[in-house]
């Protein structure tokens, strides 16, 4: 997968740099702003206009990124050796790692065959291919809700509580998605912390030592956010979503526009866009979720149904989430605020691959008898 990825960035202008685009100019714009000058104010870093809408008012009065600040702290070593191609090389890095954890949460659920084709499809048939050429915060955002999801499903719950807190740092929105995992998860060790064989009082210690040790693991992982907001804003409550400026005044005090106020689309005209846009719908732009979705009725047969359910339930919040949200197609390609429902899809898709493979299984069978009894 790393030769395709490879083929396809350099199958575009990359000297042009145009693979920092959108939002990607504010991320690198923070990286710019920690190199040289140390600090979190960006009206010096950015050549645009500082009111249109994507920067924050900080406390002190100055304009401090909207955006989270964990992509670019992460991605900054890149940029100190590379400049912007750093950028798109960790891009590169993190697509794969995306890439990786869709087949291991494949593989979770079936043989390596057949999670190797559902990866290689969605790798290639999917947005994914696109954003590999970008300096994204919405793939590195669903690779550390992946990376939790599937620390989870090996059972470090330590390691997948703190990587879903540091998701949500990524991007604030993957709240929804995680708390229903955190749900899920202190459900899981309630179930086996009341195993029979264990001892009744023994029993209750220790299903409470491990959910007190996973919400430590799940708020140390929200921790920079809450920091971050406090140094930006004067509060670990306050985001920069907020406080965007988009404007000023007659007598230049800058205006406030909270994105709270941005869910104003019906549910029925919001889920008609998010799935048939000719841009930006996640259908026309990522055919092979249609096979997902009949694999979706292949849940009740799986002996592993409960993570199904759960993949479900956290692909529809955040679709459901958007779904509200004015500004759902902001995307230069398919739509971006939905990676992590598309990766997720991919378990689906491969139940159903697996589905028809089986009952073709006879078929061949059949086939092979008869053209073997040709040959005698």
């Known amino acids: 997968m790393g030769l395709i990825y490879a083929i396809a960035i350099f199958a575009q202008p990359v000297s042009s740099r145009d693979f920092i685009k959108g939002d990607c100019y504010y991320y690198r714009a923070v990286v710019q702003s920690l190199l ?45 050796v590379f400049g912007d191609y750093g950028l ?32 290689f499809l969605y790798a290639t048939t999917t947005l994914f291919l696109n954003y590999s050429y970008n300096y994204s915060p919405d793939v590195f955002s669903t690779m550390l809700v992946l990376s ?7 059972r470090s719950y330590y390691g997948g509580a703190f990587l879903l807190g540091l998701s949500v740092f990524a991007k604030l929105t993957n709240i929804v998605p ?15 912390g009341l ?27 929200l921790l920079p956010l809450g920091l971050a907001d406090e140094a930006l804003f004067g509060s670990p409550f306050m985001t920069g979503y907020e406080r965007v400026v988009i404007g000023k005044d007659l007598s230049g005090i800058p205006l406030i526009l909270k994105h709270t106020g941005l869910f104003n689309r019906s549910f029925p005209e919001g889920i008609r866009l998010l799935l048939f846009d000719k841009a930006n719908g996640i259908l026309p732009t990522n055919p092979i979720l249609w096979v997902s979705f009949l694999g979706m009725f292949l849940i009740f047969r799986e002996r592993h149904g409960k993570w199904l359910w ?6 529809l919040s955040q679709f459901l ?6 500004q759902s197609l902001a995307s230069h390609y398919s739509n971006r605020y939905l990676m992590t429902p598309i990766a997720l899809s991919s378990v689906f898709t491969g139940l159903f691959l697996r589905f028809v493979y089986e009952k073709t299984a006879s078929l ?4 092979g008898g008869r053209l073997g009894s040709g040959w005698k």
């Open 364 to 367: 061949r069978a059949r086939v």
């Open 88 to 119: 798109l090389f960790f891009n590169f890095i993190v697509s794969l790692l995306v890439v990786w954890l869709i087949y291991r949460l494949n593989r979770f659920f079936m043989r390596s065959v057949l999670s190797a084709i559902t990866t």
């Open 148 to 154: 939790g999801l599937y620390a989870a499903l090996r």
């Open 178 to 192: 995680v708390l229903l995992v955190f749900l899920f998860l202190v459900g899981e060790i309630t179930k086996e």
């Open 195 to 221: 195993r029979p064989e264990r001892p009744a009082g023994s029993k209750l210690i220790g299903i409470g030592r491990r959910l007190v040790g996973m919400a430590f693991f799940f708020c140390l992982g």
């Open 36 to 80: 040289n000058d140390g600090d979190l104010r960006l009206e010096n870093n950015v050549d645009v206009d500082p009111y249109n809408g994507q920067l924050a008012l900080g406390k002190n009065g100055g304009f401090v990124p909207k955006h989270s600040v964990l992509m670019p702290i992460v991605s900054l070593p890149f940029y100190f």
């Open 310 to 315: 759960l993949f479900f339930f956290m692909g």
């Open 321 to 326: 989430f958007f779904a509200k949200f004015d």
